[in-house]
């Protein structure tokens, strides 16, 4: 791979360290290395882009795309790089453009329940800087500490709280976009409604940096709740825990998040970090409930009842905000204990109508022994959201195909249950082979001649989504 031929011409990198600075345009193999990954595990193929720039502001995103669209260049928007289905992987070259240095927080608007953020922002720090003013903006997904406003609206983000404050979509009220051409559009406002012609926010959110560079959001923000409160509730089987969710959900109570993992994903967080999980159990439910003081407890209650009758063993209420994070913490670093096991990891996305859960769950174990696949099982069960985390070795050829099968069979069960591929990771390079099925042929004819509206070149992140249908 070293000294992999540069597609792109000498003269044409000049051009861009004369926007960016020349030590914002990174072109040596090592650095470029780094580029040709990102979060997902999907094989030993290498795709190297051809240059790396970081720009500083709009305006130099404005002229390098001006002369990658002259040129045909592949451009590929990097945040933190953290999606989960080889969305950033630059597989035709070209050049990626990465955000992380157009990070500042433009405006905190406590009057108007909004912000404006540029897209290298990186979630957790905006949601630390609202709440310095009582306010909360809700989507946390589990790799909050580093991945970008810019990347969680591309991907519409999701995270363990969506099954009361929905996801990033539900936040985004308008956006500033730079399309292939460099010219400048923005989308929606700063109002909380707007029907004023065809919603372009909304199609770009999920849109995978495929339709434009986003260089500026206005994000809703809502009041902090006033308490939180954390419960684990633990289970020896899991369709116990899994009737439990059922259980709240029907008695009407909405918890800010209703999330499980199962006995695998806690025996591997406890291998790398003591956070006391009950290694014994088979499941246990994270569930956390938001609000004012007296509903808090009133719900709490509620929820621990329903959980009894329902078989837990035993409900581990969080005392103090310490006890909170050390609970989160556990959760937040599933994935993360996971990918330590082996080699590779490759977690799935599945969602399925709420009560077609246990049926889930059942064909996720049913389909990881059927091909002899070690996997642990977590995910926003509340909202049908399952994520089979994959333990594997891809360079073992013979697990690497068992995994695809199983993968393709998984997409299927999901389907036929009335779930759908992607309930937050989106599709990326990884699943497009399966949009077709999901989708059908017109649906996927009206998307491409969207992205051919938007970015007649093709040369915003190219052979994603489903392109390669
Ligand atoms: C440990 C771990 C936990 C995770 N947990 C969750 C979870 O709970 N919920 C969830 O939904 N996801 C989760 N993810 C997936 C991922 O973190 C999210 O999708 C995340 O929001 C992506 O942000 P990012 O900055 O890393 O984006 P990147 O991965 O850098 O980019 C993602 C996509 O957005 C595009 N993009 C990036 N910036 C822009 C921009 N400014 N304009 C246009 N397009 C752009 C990229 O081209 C790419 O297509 C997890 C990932 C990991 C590794």
């Known amino acids: 791979m070293q000294g992999q031929k540069m597609i792109l011409q000498n003269s044409v990198i000049d051009k861009f ?4 600075g020349p030590e914002f345009v990174l072109t040596d193999y090592e650095d470029r290395y780094c580029y040709a990954y990102d979060a997902t595990a999907i094989g030993e193929e290498l795709y190297l882009p051809d240059a790396v720039i970081l720009p500083e502001n709009k305006g130099q995103i404005s002229e390098i795309l001006k002369i990658a669209n002259e040129n045909s260049i592949p451009v590929v928007t990097r945040g933190a790089g953290t999606n989960l289905v080889g969305a950033c992987i630059p597989l035709k070259g070209g050049i990626v453009l990465h955000t992380s240095r157009i990070n500042r927080i433009l405006d905190i608007d406590k009057n108007n329940l909004l912000c404006t953020v540029e897209p290298g922002v990186v979630v957790e720090k905006l949601q630390q800087e609202v709440e310095k003013q009582g306010l909360f903006y809700p989507p946390d997904p589990a ?3 580093v991945s970008t406003v810019g990347g969680s609206i591309a991907q519409s983000s999701g995270g363990p709280r969506g099954f009361k404050y929905g996801t990033t979509r539900d936040y985004v009220l308008g956006l500033e976009i730079m399309l292939a051409d460099g010219t400048i559009v923005k989308t929606g406002g700063k109002t909380v409604k707007n029907v004023t012609g065809y919603n372009l926010t909304q199609l770009l959110v999920g849109s995978e940096g495929t339709l434009g560079i986003i260089t500026e959001a206005t994000l809703r923000l809502i009041p902090l709740p006033e308490q939180r409160q954390v419960l684990l509730a633990c289970f020896k089987e899991i369709d116990q825990a899994v009737n439990a969710v059922t259980g709240i959900i029907s008695a009407k109570i909405t918890p800010s998040t209703l999330d499980i993992m199962d006995k695998n994903t806690m025996q591997t967080i406890e291998k790398f970090h003591k956070t006391g999980l009950p290694t014994d159990m088979d499941a246990v439910l994270v569930l956390e409930v938001d609000g004012f003081k007296e509903s808090v407890q009133v719900q709490t209650e509620q929820i621990i009842n329903i959980c009894r009758e329902l078989g837990a063993k035993n409900i581990r209420a969080s005392q103090n905000r310490q006890e909170t994070d050390e609970i989160w913490f556990a959760r937040r670093s599933a994935f993360g204990a996971v990918a330590r096991l082996r080699p590779n990891v490759l977690t799935e996305d ?16 049913r389909i990881a022994d059927k091909y002899s696949l070690t996997v642990c099982i977590m995910g926003h069960i509340g909202d049908g959201n399952i994520h089979p985390n994959f333990s594997l070795d891809l360079r073992n050829e013979d697990e690497a195909r068992r995994f695809e099968k199983a993968a393709a069979e998984l997409f299927e069960s999901a ?22 099925k999901a989708l059908g042929r017109r649906n996927i004819e009206l998307m491409k001649s969207i992205k051919n509206i938007f970015d007649p070149n093709g040369i915003l992140n190219p052979d994603k989504v489903f392109e390669r249908i």
């Open 17 to 20: 360290r004369a926007i960016a």
């Open 143 to 145: 790799s909050l500490k």
């Open 350 to 365: 599945a969602v399925v109508p709420r009560d077609k859960i246990p049926d889930m769950v059942r064909e996720i174990r």
């Open 415 to 436: 389907l036929e249950l009335g779930g759908t591929l992607s309930g937050e990771h989106g599709i990326g390079y990884f699943k497009s082979p399966f949009m077709l």
